[in-house]
C-alpha cells in the first residue's frame, strides 16, 4: 500500500516561514492535498491539488509537488497557524500522511 | 452555511453494532461523493469509506465486510452500519464531503465519538 511519510515536528519563529514535506514514491505524479487540524476540530481543507488554495484559505499558504516530496509552505506564520497538518493523495483508496504538528515559537 | 452534522456515537461492547449518521445542509447533497473518515485519539487520519452520487461504496480493507455505507438524498443524509466492532475501531468519525475535481475532502463535520470497550 501507498504511504506518505511527514516529520512528526516543525517548528517556526513568528512571522518566518514554515515547510512542511510530505514523501512519498513519485508522489509528484499525484494530486496532493493538505488539511489543518487544531486539537479538539475537525480538519480543514489548506490546499488541494498540490497548490491549489480553498476559498477562505490566506495566501500565507502555499503548496508544491515535485518527484519525490511534496511541500507545504506557511509564509508569515502566526500563532493561530499552530495545529497539526495531513497530506492526502488518492492511489486506490485515500491515503493520509502520518502528521505533523507544526509549533510556532 | 454548508454544514454536516454527525450522531450516533457512544459506547459499544466488542462484537457489537453502530449506526452513524450525517446529516447535511447548505448544499446539494444529491451531487457530491460523501466519505466518512476516522481518527483514534492521539492517531492521524483514517479514511473509512465512500458512496458515489450514484450509491457506488468503497471501503479499505480494515473494515470491508463489517462497515456500510449508504445514503439517502430525500433526507440529506449519509450513515455508516459498523458491525462485528472491534476495539481498534474506537475513533472520533468524521463525515466529510468529496471536493468536486479532487480526490479530497472539502467540508467536515464535528465528528462523533465510538468507544469499542467491554
Known amino acids: 500500500s501507498y504511504e506518505l511519510t511527514q516529520p512528526l515536528s516543525v517548528s517556526v519563529a513568528l512571522g518566518q516561514t514554515a515547510r512542511i514535506t510530505c514523501g512519498g514514491n513519485n508522489i509528484g505524479s499525484k494530486n496532493v492535498h493538505w488539511y489543518q487540524q487544531k486539537p479538539g476540530q475537525a480538519p480543514v481543507l489548506v490546499i488541494y491539488r498540490d497548490s491549489n488554495r480553498p476559498s477562505g484559505i490566506p495566501e500565507r499558504f502555499s503548496g508544491s509537488n515535485s518527484g519525490n516530496t511534496a511541500t507545504l509552505t506557511i509564509s508569515r506564520a502566526q500563532a493561530g497557524d499552530e495545529a497539526d497538518y495531513y497530506c492526502q493523495v488518492w492511489d486506490s483508496l485515500y491515503v493520509f500522511g502520518t502528521g505533523t504538528k507544526v509549533t510556532v515559537l | 452555511e454548508v454544514q454536516l452534522v454527525e450522531s450516533g456515537g457512544g459506547l459499544v461492547q466488542p462484537g457489537g453494532s453502530l449506526r452513524l449518521s450525517c446529516a447535511a445542509s447548505g448544499f446539494t447533497f444529491s451531487s457530491y461523493d460523501m466519505h466518512w473518515v476516522r481518527q483514534a485519539t492521539g492517531k492521524g487520519l483514517e479514511w473509512v469509506s465512500a458512496?458515489?452520487?450514484?450509491?457506488?461504496?468503497y471501503y479499505p480493507g480494515s473494515v470491508k465486510g463489517r462497515f456500510t455505507i449508504s445514503r439517502e438524498n430525500a433526507k440529506n443524509s449519509l450513515y455508516l452500519q459498523m458491525n462485528s466492532l472491534r476495539a481498534g475501531d474506537t475513533a472520533v468519525y468524521y463525515c466529510?464531503?468529496?471536493?468536486?475535481?479532487?480526490?479530497?475532502?472539502?467540508?467536515w463535520g464535528q465528528g462523533t465519538m465510538v468507544t469499542v470497550s467491554s
Open positions: 466529510a464531503r468529496g471536493a468536486v475535481a479532487a480526490d479530497a475532502f472539502d467540508i
Open positions: 458512496i458515489g452520487t450514484a450509491g457506488d461504496p
